[in-house]
Nanobody, 124 residues
Framework: QVQLVESGGGLVQAGGSLRLSCAAS????????MGWFRQVPGKEREFVAA????????FYADSVKGRFTISRDNTKNTVYLQLNSLKAEDTAVYYC?????????????????WGQGTQVTASS
């Protein structure tokens, strides 16, 4: 079992940056594919970024490609999401998610563990 705790959310002006962190408990973190999703009220949770177990492969939603970067540090059991050039439409609750698999995936149903979420607000 893996427990995930996000941090780093906040209020920032459009064009600014934030770095989200997701700390994982459990000995299997280094074998878990990880991802970030986001959700705004009244809408479905959507994929943002994913990374495989080693960090060697990443994948992004088109809406964030070139602005967001996912990374991980298996020695710290932590996955990160660097958010640059934030736009008002990036405002959402961001969720960290983990898989019982080495590979990455972007489909929400393929993730087994979820954090509680952290709010990101980019004001225009």
């Amino acid at each position: 079992q893996v427990q995930l705790v996000e941090s780093g959310g906040g209020l920032v002006q459009a064009g600014g940056s934030l770095r989200l962190s997701c700390a994982a408990s459990g000995r299997t973190f280094s074998t878990n594919g990880m991802g970030w999703f986001r959700q705004v009220p009244g809408k479905e949770r959507e994929f943002v970024a994913a990374i495989n177990w080693s960090g060697g492969t990443t994948f992004y939603a088109d809406s964030v490609k070139g602005r967001f970067t996912i990374s991980r540090d298996n020695t710290k059991n932590t996955v990160y999401l660097q958010l640059n050039s934030l736009k008002a439409e990036d405002t959402a609750v961001y969720y960290c998610a983990g898989r019982r698999s080495l590979s990455l995936d972007f489909r929400i149903g393929r993730f087994d563990y979820w954090g509680q979420g952290t709010q990101v607000t980019a004001s225009s």
